[in-house]
């Protein structure tokens, strides 16, 4: 995993990818002395972003951001993109995660396996955190 920080904005870069399948959590932490703190989370579900390679969530698609209304730890601007490529059918199939979810083209000729799981590639926090 890399990591590129900027004065604003923080980039996580998944060399391999992380397989994503059904309804997905991604919880943010920080480090506090007497453990560890949510700082912010959102849901989502790959099947419905089938077609989409980059999910981005704006302030008020964000827990715990949206209750921030001055702004006092999230900039107005704070934002989370996530960057998401469709899995290899071999390697769905060697994870099982394979859904066997058939698909037929417009014309109805031609139907074919339609792979839906998805893997996250990249996180971007977009904007300053004011922690």
Not at 33 to 56: A, I, Q, T
Not at 82 to 89: D, G, I, N, P, T
Not at 115 to 128: A, T
């Amino acid at each position: 995993m890399d990591i590129d920080r900027t004065s604003y904005s923080v980039v996580l870069s998944l060399e391999k990818g992380i397989p994503l399948c059904g309804d997905i959590k991604i919880e943010f932490f920080t480090k506090e002395m007497l453990g560890k703190e949510s700082l912010c989370s959102f849901w989502f579900n790959p099947f419905f972003h089938s077609e989409v390679d980059k999910l981005e969530l704006k302030r008020n698609e964000i827990d715990k951001v949206i209750k921030d209304k001055n702004y006092k730890i999230f900039d107005i601007a704070f934002s989370v993109s996530c960057y998401l490529s469709q899995m290899e059918e071999e390697k769905e199939n060697d994870l099982g995660l394979s859904n066997g979810i058939k698909s037929k083209s417009l014309n109805n000729s031609k139907e074919s396996s339609v792979g839906l799981v998805k893997k996250l590639d990249q996180l971007n926090f977009d904007s300053s955190i004011n922690k």
